[in-house]
């Protein structure tokens, strides 16, 4: 038997950590939690979290590789490189898929129960909407490395039917506790929070395009309890198989989340436009909205939090309660 009944990587990072503290309220701590620390401060988000061990991740394929490590019963691959920004290709296709290639494979041989974190990012500029199904899979066109090297793992899955067997999740827009050491690239709940308390005022891209107002640009908000959920919902199901969108299905603007943290905070909402860099215009996705359908059939029927209660459960809950920039 091995020692650990669950890994779970990227531990530290933010839907990572997450899951952790959820299997440890579930009454599970026989974890290996894997992930790369570096010099960011990601490692607070471990403070308070039961596990049974910590790897570095490249110490976890070099145990896999000389057969040290025994499988356990799941394995929630959740690290990857997550810039958009990224501009080393080769550095992505190595982490983000050859990575999660070998690692699948190494479940696949020994009947461990595989979910992975796809993106989004997967559907560039939505164009062609945000089915999940299998057939759309192949069609779709990344705007940028990190999307394409998530979209790269689920062909390589697609084309070996490995979706028979494992579990991907298509995360839209997640916010919530543990994201503050992503930088720029945590969540506008987090930066409006910290925007507000430091100047009074939210600042948000104008539009520049006709059928949306200033602010009006929407996404998928899905709070990360609900995205831990599915995941591990997916992962107590092995007969539940296949790549998954997980979003609401409900597209909100930013406006609507600027104005929930206001709310949250018991202030009026004080909402500035600010001009959208000249790079990014050609780049910018004006809506996104999960199509939830495939996950809903699969069985997942579970209502999401709103918008409004999850940015008060995360503002109040977490950022103000803890007087924490971490979130």
Known sequence: MSEFRVIVTGGAGF??????????????????????LGTSDKWRNLVGLRFADYLEKDDLLRRIG??????????????????????????????????????????LEHGTRFVYASSAATYGDGSQGYSDADEVTPTLRPLNMYGYSKHMFDLWALRRDAFKLIAGLKYFNVYGPGEAHKGDMRSVVHKAWGQIRERGYV????????????????????????????????????????????????????????????????RDPDIRYIEMPEALRGKYQYHTQADPRKLRAAGYDRAFTSLEDGVADYVVGHLEADG???G
């Not at 899951?19 to 026989?30: F, P, Q, S, T």
Request: glycine content about 8%.
């Open 15 to 36: 839907i990572g950590s997450q899951v952790v503290r959820e299997l440890n309220r579930r009454g599970a701590d026989d974890i290996l939690v894997v992930d790369h």
């Open 66 to 107: 000389d057969g040290s490590l025994d499988p356990p019963q799941a394995v929630f691959h959740l690290g990857a490189c997550s810039a958009t920004t990224e501009r080393d290709a080769s550095y992505l296709a190595a982490n983000n898929f050859a990575y999660t290639r070998d690692l699948c494979a190494w479940c």
């Open 203 to 266: 600042e948000l891209f104008r539009s520049h395009r006709e059928a949306y107002e200033d602010g009006g640009q929407v996404r998928d908000f899905i709070y990360v309890k609900d995205a831990v959920d599915v995941t591990l919902w997916l992962g107590e199901r092995r007969e539940v198989s296949g790549l998954f969108n997980c979003g609401t299905g409900e597209a909100r603007s930013w406006n609507d989340l600027a104005a929930a943290v206001f709310r949250a905070l018991g």
């Open 324 to 326: 924490d920039p971490r």
